[in-house]
């Protein structure tokens, strides 16, 4: 074979990796809510003709608690718990084997508050490059390798914090930014969002201005700028991703200190909003090197609890905690109730879109998907896809979805 002739074929050869790598992405879930931790599945096409009921390809038993899984390259990964032990996993796609499974010792005492959501965790892990971290429902963070499930290291903040759990357990999930993985670690009226460096987990930067509350974070460009930004325990803020300086806050509270809701960026305003508080949109700007908070637009009867909204085609879909769960969709220009649905539709749900389809997982089991309308709650299909409570957001990638219920796992086809 010629010299040309070989290096054509590492060309072509080039090319197809490169392919089956985008391939691959597109098709991935691999942390919290979605590739950009906004709900949008960006490979998974919907068919022309929903079925009568989705093809189950399998179902597994996949220990306790409400870490959503994970999808990357061809692989589910899971993080749960059996007995005293926190235990991260990952299966084969197409057929729900077993590749690999690491456990840890991880004794947590629950808020009695809490009882009735189990001993977590709650965290979902995320994956980048190769790495996979996990964050304990008691504030231990790890770094596997996804490959085989090695431990790279761990973190366990106990010589950092007198608590390392806020009252009902860490439900935050890490989120990775270039070189570094962001935690909001500590309890509560004593913690620090940390910036770790994935390769040791030596601390990068640090903020201790708020103790963690149980929303997670999300990188947003406002002001210019680009910069993390969550729901502390009192506040909603703004940091440098450069050094973890507060950029803003907004004094913020619900019951019970419960901020849970994972803000959204819609064009250039910050939607946020908590339990029996008003959905609140503000503009955030800076001049001069000083930033500026201004208020849009508040619609206080729509109030969320633990359900975050997503957004598309122009307009917000979500589920306040209002009669017992209602639909909505937001008008996020102006902040007007487009329409409810008449409630009972379950006490969470998790969204997702996908090509003009807007799809929530409830509580109940149930998936419903509706059309992307401001005008009317329009509902293509709904199916039951699990029999017990499900809290766990749900993957959607390629023609399926993968489903974590109380203490089961299982990859359905549409």
Not at 251 to 274: A, C, K, M, R, W
Not at 311 to 320: A, C, D, H, I, N
Request: glycine content about 10%.
């Amino acid at each position: 074979m010629s010299l040309s002739n070989r290096k054509r074929i590492r060309s072509v050869s080039a090319v197809l990796v490169l392919l089956c790598t985008a391939l691959a992405s597109a098709q991935d879930w691999p942390q919290w809510r979605g590739p950009a931790r906004t709900g949008a599945a960006v490979g998974f096409t919907p068919p022309a003709a929903w079925p009568d009921r989705p093809k189950q390809i399998w179902k597994v038993q996949a220990g306790a608690g409400h870490a959503s899984p994970i999808v990357a390259s061809g692989r589910v990964f899971l993080f749960s718990r059996t007995g005293e032990q926190e235990a991260v996993s990952a299966r084969e796609l197409g057929t729900g084997k077993e590749i690999w499974r690491a456990a840890y010792d991880a004794a947590y005492q629950m808020n009695p508050a809490a009882t009735a959501h189990g001993k977590g965790p709650k965290s979902t892990p995320v994956h980048d490059r190769g790495r996979l971290f996990t964050f304990g429902i008691s504030g231990i963070l790890s770094a596997w390798q996804a490959q085989d499930g090695r431990l790279s290291w761990r973190r366990d903040f106990k010589k950092d914090f007198p608590s390392t759990w806020p009252d009902f357990g860490v439900a935050m999930s890490p989120i990775v930014v270039g070189d570094v993985v962001i935690v909001h670690a500590g309890g509560i009226g004593n913690g620090a969002l940390l910036a770790l460096d994935v390769a040791s987990g030596t601390t990068k930067w640090s903020w201790k201005g708020d103790g963690p509350a149980y929303a997670s974070p999300v990188v947003a460009d406002l002001g210019g700028t680009r910069q993390i930004v969550t729901q502390s325990q009192r506040h909603v803020v703004g940091l440098s991703l450069v050094d973890g300086r507060l950029l803003w806050e907004i004094p913020f509270t619900t019951e019970y200190e419960q901020n849970s809701v994972t803000p959204i960026v819609v064009n250039d305003l910050l939607i946020y909003g908590g339990i029996n508080k008003p959905t609140t949109a503000v503009r955030i700007t800076a001049a001069a090197g000083k930033w500026q908070i201004e208020p849009v637009w508040q619609n206080a009867d729509l109030p969320m609890y633990m359900s975050s909204p997503v957004e598309s085609g122009g307009y917000l879909f979500g589920l306040t905690n209002r009669s017992r769960g209602q639909f909505f969709c937001l008008d996020p220009r102006t902040g007007k109730t487009m329409w409810t649905t008449k409630g009972r539709e379950g006490e969470n749900a998790a969204f997702v879109i996908a090509g003009g389809l807007v799809m929530a997982m409830t509580t109940e089991g149930e998936l419903v998907i509706a059309r992307n309308s401001p005008k009317a709650f329009e509902v293509v299909k709904r199916y039951t896809l699990a029999e017990s409570p499900v809290w766990a957001h749900p993957a959607l990638v390629a023609g399926g979805i993968v489903v974590k219920d109380v203490d089961t796992l299982a990859y359905w086809v549409f």
